[in-house]
Each structure stands twice: as C-alpha cells, then as structure tokens.
C-alpha cells in the first residue's frame, strides 16, 4: 500500500490517476481520497509510482509521475515525490541527450543546479509543509526547465536536418478530412497547406449493415486528392472502438474465426478498391488499447498479422502503419484484456508482422485516460521510445483544444470540457493552441524517424474529435493555429529550395 499526505492545500483530483511499475506500466489499483490525503490499494507486488494530475502553478496543471516508491505505512510527501521525479527525469535527458557537450547549453546546465539545489533544501526541511513548499518551487522551475530542454534539443537536431535537406524532403504535413464535409472553403485550406490528406475508414460506415457497402463519400475524397496531387493516408481499416465497429459484428464477438473471415474479408475488399489511391495505409490502429471482442493476446497479434500482411499483397507499392493510440498506456491499469504500447510494439517487430513504419496519436485535452494533458518534455521522451524499434514513425493525429467550453459537435458529444483535463501554462485559448502547435512540431519533426505529422481536424464546424479542436473555426475562419502551421511548413519549404541550389552550386564547382 501507498500513502501519500498532500500540503499547501493542493486539490486533489483523481481523473485519469493511476499506479505504474517498472518501465512505467501501468498497473491494477484502487485509489482514493483519505483525510486530506491519498491511498492507494495496488493490485501487484513491487516499488510502484503514481501518476495524477497537479497544479504546478505557472508551468499548468499536468498529468504527472512520482518515482517509484516502496510499501509503506507512513505517508510520502506528494509535493516533494513529484518534485524529485521531475529532477530525476531532467537529469536522465541531460545524460541522453548529451547536453554536456554542448558549449550553448551553459543556461540550462546552470538552470538545473538550481532546481536540483531547491530540490536538496526541500529534502533537508524539518517541517513536512516547509518540505512541501519548496518542493512546490523546484518542481514549478523544473517543469519549465524541462520544456526548455525539450525544445533545445529540438532545434538543434531541426538544424541539422535542415542542413541536410532532410527536415523538407522527407517530412510530409497532412490534415484529417471528415468524410461529410463539402465545403470549397475547407478543400481550398486542404489544397494551399498540406501535402497529404489524411481520410478516415471506418468499417462503421463503410459496411452499416452487412453486405451494404456505402463508399461514395470515400470515392469523392480520393478524386480529389487525385486531381490536385496530394498523397492520400487511409485508414484504419480495423480499429475495435466502438465508433468504428458497424453494429451487425458484435452479433459474432464470441466467436473469433467467423469474425476474424469478416475482418479479412472487409479488408480485402476496401485495399482492392483503393489500391491506386492510397499512398499510406493505416491498417490497424488502437488494437492494443480497444478491445470490445476481449479478444486474447495472441488473437490480437493474430489479427495485427494477418491484416498487414494482407495489405502488404493486395497494395505492395504502398506504406503499411501500425498506428497507436493513448501513449502513456493508462487505460491498461483500468482493462486487463489491453496490451501495453512499447510491448505491443515491440511484439509486432519481434514476431514479424510485415508492416512498414509505426503511426502514433497525441489527442490531448479531454478528462479521458489517454488524453488529460502532459508536459513537452515527457513528449519528447516517449517519441525517444521508439528510436530503438528501427521502423519510421508518423503523426498519424495530433490535437488540443482552442476553447475550454464545450462543444456539441465534438466526439465526446459536449461532455469533455477540456478545463478538466487540466491545462498547458494558462487556460486553452487560440495563441495557446497556435503555441503549442508549434512546440509540439518542432519536437516531432526534430526527432530523425519522424517522417509525417498530421493535424487530427480540419474545422470546428463539422464533425471532430477534441472540443474545439480544429484548425479552423466553426465559421471555417482560419485559427492562429493554422496560420502558426502554414508558416512553418512555408519555412522547411523555402528552406529545402536553398539547400538544393547550395548543392547545384557545390556540385557546378
């Protein structure tokens, strides 16, 4: 059991908490609220962290990890354990990144002696509230200096794909279309700042009742992306969330060979349909997070398989994505019948399943496990994950809100205020977003296996996943998000133009 006392009246909100062991897995547990304090009953032996949301003060109000910590009677210090994770974890990225070695990072080198030192005063207090207090400082200063970090270390390695040309001819920007949508105003946005157009699959509509096929929505997307040269990304083509799954296949859900027939054949049918258009496919995506059939492991890297393999046949000229969902894997301490992301990613390399690259989501801003919002540096970290996998990853979808009201139009019809999902420096607004948006692809970009980024909606005015999540306004007005975008793409654009006439000109001499 773990215990936790809570000083300098911190609210204590337990939304999207959880336990986790070692590598950061997330783990079965009951957590509760006790006389000002926090309990937590775990399920599995060993040292065991909890992560929860927290005022930090100016850096916002984040999803954040302790250490790990041992069993005890006796209360830990909540303020000071959040404390010493976020120092340990910039010194951790120091010593990977090789910050040392870097005559400009003077500041921040100096900046963390400083945290590190208020982190030491903290753990010499006598009084656990004068303990708590200035473990409050350290870890407000530490966050800032973590996304500090986090961006240093980007522009450093986006300079250097900069001056390889690399940064503009392998990284692709891409914007999620939804299929209703028909207005010209939104197609001329898709047409002037985008290279791809990321269009959606859902079996749900493609097949609403069976052996009914309805793909005319999907035909008028994929001519126009033909007629005005932008690759076209698909997908997915199997994804058990309940808002992709037609009704008529759960008639099949305890009996896995006939349903596994329906899946191999759905896909066959659609690659077969669109083998010339689509560029990318998003073959499965969230398997290992949504399992509404309580399929097995092995039936799940069965299904992972068998589909990838079979797109890899009927479309070989085309890209095969394994995309991902909720990197942090919280929904596995609350689902028994899940898989952890870097273990299912690292079974689909290891059992050779034939697939082409991996495809990764970033939706933050509703008070959901997946989607409560984290700090630029522990983004930056996870994307360091999948370094080791050898295989390119792509931002199949990435979000945050505009607005902390509701909105009826998103997919979480109206209920997902994004002011519970805590909060990124100040309460979400237009700049913020567009700040963000920047931030947030600058690290992605920064990282050389990241070959794509897309924006997961275009507008607010139709159908979208995060509350006011998209690039335009309900009125299809551009937002300073999507000018923020334009003008950094205009920029790795212009900069590929010079580096290429660098090159005929070293060449010519």
Same mark, same amino acid.
């Given at each position: 059991m773990l215990r936790f006392e809570v000083h300098n009246n911190k609210e204590i909100d337990l939304c999207g908490a959880y336990l986790f062991g070692q590598e950061g897995v997330p783990i079965r547990a009951e957590i509760a609220t006790r006389?000002? /304090?926090?309990?937590?009953?775990? $399920?599995? /032996? /060993?040292?065991? /962290?909890?992560a929860l949301l927290w005022d930090a003060g100016a850096p916002g109000r984040l999803l954040l990890p302790t250490c790990r910590l041992s069993d005890s009677e006796q209360p830990y210090n909540l303020n000071l354990e959040l404390a010493r994770a976020q120092t340990m974890r !910039?010194? &951790?990225? $120091?010593?990977d990144w090789g910050l040392f070695d870097f005559a400009d990072a003077e500041a921040i080198n100096a900046e963390y002696e400083a945290v590190r030192g208020k982190f030491i005063t903290a753990l010499k207090a006598r009084r656990s509230a004068d303990a708590a207090a200035m473990a409050d400082e350290a870890l407000a200063e530490g966050l800032v200096l973590g996304e500090k970090m986090a961006l240093y270390h980007a522009e450093i390695f986006i300079n250097r794909r900069k001056a390889s040309g690399g940064a503009s001819m392998r990284i692709a920007f891409g914007c999620a279309t939804e299929l209703s949508c028909s207005d010209p105003s939104c197609q001329e946005r898709l047409k002037e700042t985008f290279d791809f157009l990321s269009i959606p699959m859902p079996w749900k509509h493609i097949e609403p009742k069976e052996g009914s096929y309805e793909y005319d929505l999907i035909d008028a997307w994929t001519s126009w992306a033909a007629g005005n040269k932008k690759a076209v990304h698909a997908g997915p083509l199997l994804n058990f969330h309940s808002s992709h799954l037609p009704d008529w296949l759960y008639l099949w859900e305890n009996d896995y060979d006939t349903m596994r027939e329906m899946v191999y054949d759905h896909i066959q049918r659609t690659v077969k349909r669109y083998q010339k258009s689509v560029h990318y496919w998003r073959v499965v995506s969230g398997l290992h997070a949504f399992n509404n059939f309580n399929l097995s492991f092995e039936q799940l890297m069965e299904l992972t398989r068998m589909t990838c393999q079979l797109v890899k046949k009927l479309s070989p000229r085309s890209q095969v994505v394994v995309e991902m969902v909720m990197p942090w894997s919280e929904y596995y301490a609350r689902n028994q019948r899940s898989i952890p992301l870097l273990l299912y990613a690292d079974m689909a390399v290891q059992s050779g399943v034939k697939f082409d690259a991996f495809g990764l989501q970033f939706c933050l801003g509703v008070p959901a496990d997946g989607h409560l919002m984290r700090d630029l540096l522990q983004i930056s970290s996870m994307l360091d994950e999948f370094l080791a996998f050898g295989?390119?990853?792509?931002?199949?979808?990435? &979000?945050?809100?505009?607005? !902390?009201?509701?909105?009826?139009?998103?997919?979480? *019809?109206?209920?997902?205020?994004?002011? $519970?999902?805590?909060?990124?420096?100040?309460?979400? *607004?237009? $700049?913020?977003?567009?700040?963000?948006?920047?931030a947030f692809y600058r690290i992605s970009l920064s990282k050389p296996f990241v070959e794509s980024i897309c924006w997961r909606d275009l507008s607010d005015a139709t159908a979208h996943y995060i509350p006011h999540g998209g690039l335009l306004d309900d009125h299809n007005e551009p937002k300073l998000a999507y000018k923020e975008l334009r003008n950094f793409r205009a920029s790795l654009l212009n900069n590929r133009v010079a580096v290429m006439n660098q090159q005929r000109r070293n060449h010519g001499t």
């Open positions: 006389d000002g /304090g926090i309990v937590c009953e775990k $399920r599995a /032996g /060993g040292s065991t /962290g909890l !910039i010194a &951790q990225k $120091r010593e295989k390119p990853l792509h931002i199949t979808a990435c &979000q945050t809100p505009s607005e !902390i009201v509701s909105d009826t139009g998103d997919a979480w *019809s109206g209920q997902a205020e994004a002011s $519970r999902a805590g909060q990124w420096h100040a309460p979400w *607004s237009q $700049r913020l977003q567009a700040e963000w948006l920047q």
